[in-house]
Structure formats: structure tokens, C-alpha cells
């Protein structure tokens, strides 16, 4: 497995990135036009988050989302080849100084984004903030898959933590080191009893508790990473905090709360840029009896 996946390294690293968007290009073409790939999921999503658009508009963006879903599974891909100064290029940290004030002032850093333009480029912050930056990941099942992801998010530095490894990583770096970690909030958990409900996009959805237990546990400064697609292949993220006074008076999972309500606004900036074939409202909320 290591063998190919070697192999797979020496090719792509020499391949130009015009011709990742080609291949991007011919996705495109290959699942809006041809196959169709969860146009009923990703035209319920838009059509439900947006009922004041005209249609014109929702298929607009909708078919804006697949070319850009094509430019983000190859600019995933391209991870295995990008170096520093096609990240300094092409992802632009616009105030990356406010991490690093927060970590040399002794305290750690919780960075919450949402699946919206390229989130997985981010494995690149390393290199502009240094050493012990992990994300929170979701191990493949396809062992192969799972190997190549490894790879190419932590070649610049990223370290990879599951949801249990985050735990126990928080407890060795106590009163030793500071640790910075990114995390996704906004993905859809299994349906129970003891599910939790929040408005978001017009819509109620669950949630995970993953944000406010793992800020808890950091005990240090929290911001969202907002991301900004500027044209194709170039995105620019900016850090929001999403800890004031006023809100830390409240207590009602109001970090939760806060994160989606910014979301929504970094979403609407251009909604195209959602990963609209996630089916994020597949459960319908309860009613009370």
C-alpha cells in the first residue's frame, strides 16, 4: 500500500496544476450534466435554506456549488503536491497574528470552521504559526483512502487527532506546551433521544457538543476561521473570535449558537461555496406532545 502510494506521490507532484482543473472541469461536466450526483439532496438543501430566491437564482448557485465540489476534490488531491510558496500564494492567512499572540501569551487556540470553500487547506497554517497545530478528524474506513489523506494533511506539519486522541492530547500538553486545533461543528450526528436542536439556514438541525466540551477542555481563546473564495484555486481566511464578555455570560450553549448564526453570514456571502450535497436536514425535529 505504502508502495502505490509512493507511486501516486511521484506522479501528482509533477503533474501542473492546469491540469488539476482540467480534470476539475471534466467533473464538472460528468456530474452536473451526466449523472446528476445528489441533485435532489443539493437542490432540497439550497431550496430550504433560501425560500425568498427565484428559481432562476437557486439553480444559479446550484450550479455554481458542482463546479466549485470539482474544484475542491482535485485541489484536495493537489495537497500532495503544493509546497510552501503555492500555499503563500494561493491561501492567504489575512490576520494569522492574532493566533500568535494568543499562543505566546501562554494560551491555546480553538479554531472552528464550517464546510465552505476549502477547508482543507488549512493543513498549510503550520507553516505560518509553527509547531503543535492539530485538526480533528474522522478516520476512512477505505484503509487506502484514509492512508493518502494522512499524508498529504500532515506533510507541512498538521497532526491528525481523533475525537478521543483530542482528549488525551489536551491532558499531555497541560502546563507543558500550547496547542492550536481545528475543528468542523457543523456536520449532522445520528438521531437519539438525546438529540439537541438549533435553527440554521432556516431550518432546525442536531448538532455536536464537540465545540463547547473541547473549548471547556482548552480553556484558552476561540475564533472562527472564515473563509473567503477569491477566484479559482485562491482563498483567503481570516480569524474571528467568537469569545466576548457578553457572551461568556450566557451559558445555554451559547458558543454553539454563536458559531452557526457567523456561518450563516460567511455562507451568505456566496452560497455556492456550501457543500450542499451533505444531506444536513435529513432528520425532521419532533413535536412536542
Not at 465540489?69 to 492567504?92: G, T
Not at 433521544?193 to 477542555?217: C, M
Not at 458558543?255 to 450542499?276: G, M, R, V
Request: contains cysteine; hydrophobic residues 40%.
Amino acid at each position: 500500500m505504502k508502495t502505490f502510494l509512493n507511486f501516486c506521490y511521484i506522479v501528482l507532484r509533477f503533474l501542473p496544476l492546469t491540469f488539476y482543473y482540467f480534470v476539475a472541469d471534466c467533473f464538472f461536466y460528468i456530474s452536473y450534466y451526466a449523472i446528476g450526483y445528489r441533485r435532489p439532496v443539493v437542490r432540497k438543501n439550497i431550496s430550504l435554506a433560501f425560500p425568498d430566491k427565484s428559481l432562476p437564482e437557486l439553480k444559479s448557485i446550484e450550479k455554481r456549488f458542482y463546479r466549485h465540489l470539482a474544484d475542491y476534490i482535485v485541489e484536495s488531491a493537489a495537497m500532495i503536491r503544493l509546497k510552501k510558496e503555492d500555499y503563500a500564494k494561493r491561501y492567504r492567512y489575512l490576520n494569522h497574528g492574532l493566533i500568535s499572540d494568543q499562543l505566546k501569551a501562554g494560551k491555546n487556540v480553538l479554531l472552528v470552521s464550517g464546510h465552505y470553500g476549502n477547508w482543507e487547506w488549512i493543513c498549510s497554517l503550520p507553516l505560518i504559526i509553527g509547531d503543535n497545530v492539530f485538526a480533528l478528524y474522522k478516520e476512512q474506513s477505505n484503509q487506502l483512502i484514509n492512508e493518502a489523506m494522512l499524508y498529504a494533511r500532515e506533510k507541512n506539519g498538521m497532526g491528525l487527532l481523533t475525537y478521543p486522541q483530542v482528549y488525551r492530547e489536551i491532558l499531555r500538553s497541560k502546563g507543558k506546551k500550547v496547542l492550536t486545533l481545528f475543528m468542523l461543528s457543523d456536520q449532522r450526528p445520528l438521531l437519539d433521544h438525546k438529540a439537541e436542536w438549533i435553527d440554521f439556514l432556516n431550518q432546525p438541525v442536531t448538532y455536536f457538543r464537540g465545540l463547547e466540551n473541547l473549548s471547556r477542555e482548552m480553556n484558552g481563546s476561540v475564533f472562527y476561521s472564515q473563509i473567503t473564495k477569491v477566484k479559482r484555486g485562491h482563498y483567503t481566511m481570516e480569524f474571528i473570535p467568537l469569545v466576548t464578555d457578553e457572551m461568556a455570560e450566557n451559558t445555554d450553549n451559547w458558543l454553539t449558537k454563536t458559531y452557526f448564526k457567523i456561518l450563516e453570514k460567511n455562507i451568505s456571502i456566496d452560497p455556492a461555496f456550501y457543500l450542499w450535497s451533505h444531506n444536513r436536514w435529513k432528520f425532521t425535529k419532533p413535536t412536542a406532545n
